[in-house]
């Protein structure tokens, strides 16, 4: 009998290897340098935008954005501290043995995916609107220091509205390799009793936690990138 074949060790974020591992996408290593990858995402007047960006005279900040300090540096630990605790008390992911004792019901007989991907959908959206919203706080308080800083400024910018709708669009088929991921341990669990049943979806609500966590992990990284720049000033 053939081998089946071994899948290559994915290195990188732990948000791509715990979907690698759940799922069966195989994310092979590219070779492409990040100047090359860009080359690719960006169209040409985002390329023009992000030369003038690099190259250009920053444009002149705003007088009434506060300046960066302690308060800034709290509110991104509490914003990242409130999603995690949103993410880790959603009732959705609580285990069977959670919701029997709340007095909730399990899923329906039929084990409809529904229910979570619409969860999932909506604490991404949560993720990503306090995440825009602190990226653009911090950036307009980096654009009020030195014209190095300002430039820093501008080009995360012209990254953000550039990458964003490509980082939606990847991240938006997140529920559906997850919905899959959730019919592949069903189909496996068929004809068990309740019991089983009950301990699969344990394992899909705790794998559906921890990949929303790991998400949010890779949300936040251009929030820490722009707070080691402030502090750096």
Aim: aromatic residues 6%; charged residues 25%.
């Amino acid at each position: 009998m053939q081998a089946a074949p071994q899948r290559s060790t994915v290195r990188g974020p732990a948000f791509i290897r715990l979907l690698t591992r759940l799922t069966d996408v195989d994310a092979p290593q590219s070779g492409a340098s990040l100047p090359d990858r860009l080359s690719h995402w960006l169209d040409w007047k985002q390329a023009v935008a992000l030369s003038t960006a690099l190259d250009g005279n920053p444009s002149a900040p705003d007088d009434d954005v506060p300046a960066f300090g302690q308060a800034a540096e709290d509110e991104c630990l509490r914003s990242h501290d409130a999603l995690v605790h949103a993410i880790n008390t959603d009732r959705a992911f609580l285990t069977s043995a959670q919701r029997e004792a709340l007095g909730m019901p399990n899923l329906d007989a039929a084990n409809d995916y529904a229910p979570l991907r619409q969860r999932y959908i909506a604490l991404q959206r949560k993720i990503q609107a306090t995440t825009g919203s602190l990226r653009g706080n911090l950036r307009d308080m980096l654009a009020q220091g030195s014209p190095e800083r300002a430039r820093l400024a501008e080009v995360d910018a012209v990254m953000e509205l550039a990458l964003s709708p490509r980082e939606q669009s990847l991240l938006g088929k997140v529920p559906t390799l997850l919905g899959e991921y959730f019919d592949g341990l069903r189909q496996r669990t068929q004809g068990t009793p309740a019991d089983a049943s009950a301990l699969w979806l344990d394992v899909f609500r705790k794998d559906m936690q921890s990949v929303l966590l790991a998400e949010l992990d890779v949300r936040f990284q251009p929030v820490e990138g722009l707070l080691a720049a402030l502090r750096a000033s």
